[in-house]
């Protein structure tokens, strides 16, 4: 499976991101995905996750802030991130959870 994360830049603390992230493979539907984070210095963290049938997780860290969401048809998940916050720069993955297989990632950078 291929994957390419965009969607990332320079935002404002409070601002607002939509990520998306495009899969290759024909079994990308029936993967429950994931969006990761890496910030410098630190390890990678999951942030939020759907199911094939559109049931999500967050991390308590950004629950209420970040939607995750997946269209099949179109082998994408995205993740609106709103009320963003310096702690939340970091770079952007996604991948199916439990497999450790992360594309080429977006960088995500919140400034105060």
């Known amino acids: 499976v291929q994957l390419q994360a965009y969607g990332g830049g320079l935002v404002q603390a409070g601002g607002s991101l939509r990520l998306s992230c495009v899969a290759s493979g024909s079994r990308f539907s029936m993967n429950t995905m994931g969006w990761y984070r890496q910030a410098p210095g630190k390890r990678r963290e999951l942030v939020a996750d759907i199911t094939s049938g559109g049931s999500t997780g967050y991390a308590n860290s950004v629950k209420g802030r970040f939607t995750i969401s997946r269209d099949n048809a179109k082998n994408t998940v995205y993740l609106q991130m709103n009320s963003l916050k310096p702690e939340d720069t970091a770079v952007y993955y996604c991948?199916?959870?439990?497999?450790?297989?992360w594309g080429q990632g977006t960088e995500v950078t919140v400034s105060s």
């Open positions: 991948g199916p959870v439990g497999y450790s297989i």
